[in-house]
């Protein structure tokens, strides 16, 4: 059965410190993954995706993940956290040959509060 | 670009009313949409899948008679609630599909008194 696990219900970080969200999967065949970030009372805003090609995938606001095949993991991760970053994150992971449904499976989300 | 409006935001009736959310696709045109249920500090539920001109596709356990799903046209999916009980008060997201990534709503949230 396909998954998604973000282990880390809350991350705290302080500002200026790096950050990592943690996210690890299970899909047949190879995956599409996904980053998206809910603040309070508002819908889900697209990070970033890994589909093909480079590992390592850069995003929206200084957000990057990497896609770690033999870990099966697509960590979500920032030089340097502001405040502003402070939001639920959330993982998705979806079958390349999921065909026209092409539903996303969902982690259950990591809160992250980075203090100032 | 990509972006998706939902309205209303905010909606508040009474309990046995049907209440209808509009999902739409702004600056694209979306053959899917998705609806999902989102409860207090919790992960997204998929409540169903919308694809302009045919029938949604409704996930185990959701009712397709209680939450209608009408997807008329490449930029508008509508969920309507019927028969709205306290139980049904959440917030609901929906989404469209461009490509590979879903593009999502700001959501409503809707209380059932």
């Known amino acids: 059965a396909q998954s998604v696990a973000q282990p880390e219900d809350q991350v705290n970080v302080a500002e200026g410190n790096p950050l990592t969200v943690k996210c690890t999967y299970s899909?047949?065949?190879?995956?599409?993954l996904f980053w998206y970030v809910q603040y309070p009372n508002r819908g889900l805003q697209f990070l970033l995706k890994?589909?093909?090609?480079d590992n390592l995938v850069k995003g929206s606001y200084g957000f990057e993940a990497e896609f770690n095949k033999s870990q099966t993991s697509f960590h979500l991760k920032k030089p340097s956290a502001l405040v502003s970053d402070s939001a639920l994150y959330f993982c998705?992971?979806?079958?390349?040959?999921?065909?026209?449904?092409?539903?996303?499976?969902w982690g259950l989300g990591t809160s992250l509060a980075v203090n100032p | 670009g990509a972006v998706v409006s939902q309205h209303p935001s905010r909606v508040i009736c009474k309990s046995g009313t049907s209440v209808k959310i509009e999902c739409r696709s702004l600056?694209?045109?979306?053959?899917?949409m998705f609806w999902y249920r989102q409860f207090p500090k919790k992960s997204l539920m998929l409540m169903a899948t919308?694809?302009?001109?045919?029938?949604?596709?409704?996930e185990q356990g959701v009712e397709k008679d209680k939450f209608l799903i009408n997807h008329a046209s490449l930029t508008l999916s509508t969920l309507t609630v019927t028969s709205a009980h306290p139980e049904d008060s959440s917030f609901y997201i929906c989404?469209?599909?461009?490509?590979?990534?879903?593009?999502f709503g700001p959501g409503t949230r809707l209380t059932v008194l």
């Open positions: 989404s469209a599909r461009l490509s590979d990534t879903q593009y």
């Open positions: 600056d694209f045109q979306a053959t899917t």
């Open positions: 919308s694809n302009e001109g045919s029938k949604a596709t409704y």
């Open positions: 899909v047949s065949g190879n995956p599409y």
């Open positions: 890994y589909i093909t090609g």
């Open positions: 998705a992971v979806r079958a390349r040959n999921a065909g026209n449904n092409r539903k996303l499976i």
